[in-house]
Each structure stands twice: as C-alpha cells, then as structure tokens.
C-alpha cells in the first residue's frame, strides 16, 4: 500500500497543479485583456481629442484650433508609447505566474490597435514547447477608435450611474 501510495501521490499532485495552472492561466487572460483594452481606448481618446494621457483632461483651447478635418487625418501618436509602458507595468504587476513577451501599440489614421503576447510559467510549459507544443501562451489585439468630447462625457455618466 505505501508503494502504491508514493506512485499515486506524486501524479495526483501533478494533476492538481496543472488545473490551478490553467485557472491561473485563464485569470491572466482577463486581466491582460482588461489592462489592454483600456489602455488602447485611452491612447485612442487622446489621439482624436489631444487629452492627456493620465487625466483624460481636454484643453478646449486647443480642441477649438483644430481644422475639422484634424481628428480624421490626425498623426497624434502620442498617446502609443504612454499606453505601451502603461499595459508593460500594470501586467507586471497584476499578472501571477507569467510573464509578458510582446507589447505592441500601433496607430492608424482612423485607429489605435494593441497587440500583446503572454507566457504563463507552469512547470510542464518549457518541456513541452520543446517539442512545438505551445500551452499557457496568449496573445491578445484590441482596436479603438477614438470617442469625441460628448461621446467620453455619455461614458462617463453611464460609468457613474453604474456606480450608484
């Protein structure tokens, strides 16, 4: 019986790590995707209204100079390299067990697109990608397009009558 017992034990507890393993892995595809998704939304809000990165804060001024024209055939990227270190360091931070492998945002003239790929570390994930086998990996692209002032504001108090 303790012989059995110490050739069981061994594959149980294998087989119990594996399946917190994909939880873990399924919990990191949210997260990766959530981090994402905002972080493009924001880069592409500051691409049409030239708000600021952190704060979302306009400056009408500004807004007011532009051509009308401006918010179709504007080149503001500046918001793609705010959003790479953003999602960079809010996937160091939130993700368990995984690191990040590929952090890309791109712009277009009409929209903002992120593309992102994550390995989880899971004991079994290094042998098996020796052999072509890729488990526990996730690549994930989100495009936005950017929202106009009144578009934000209708955002905004959707999120806020959420919140009552």
């Not at 809010?90 to 791109?106: G, K, N, T, W």
């Amino acid at each position: 019986m303790t012989v059995e017992v110490s050739a069981l034990l061994p594959i149980i507890l294998m087989v119990l790590w594996m399946f917190f393993s994909y939880l873990f892995y399924f919990m990191n595809c949210g997260i990766a995707q959530g981090i994402m998704e905002e972080a493009v939304q924001k880069a592409a809000d500051v691409k049409i209204t030239g708000a600021e990165y952190d704060t979302g804060k306009l400056s009408y001024q500004k807004v007011n100079q532009k051509l009308i024209t401006g918010n179709v055939i504007s080149s503001n990227k500046s918001g793609n390299a705010k959003a790479e270190k953003e999602i960079k360091e809010q996937l160091r931070r939130h993700l368990f067990m995984a690191e990040v492998s590929l952090v890309r945002v791109s712009t277009t003239p009409l929209r903002v697109s992120a593309k992102i790929k994550t390995r989880s570390a899971v004991m079994a994930g290094d042998f098996l990608s020796m052999f072509g086998i890729r488990l526990f990996e996730y690549e994930g692209n989100d495009q936005a397009q950017g929202d106009f002032e009144i578009d934000q504001i209708r955002r905004w108090n959707a999120l806020e009558g959420a919140m009552d």
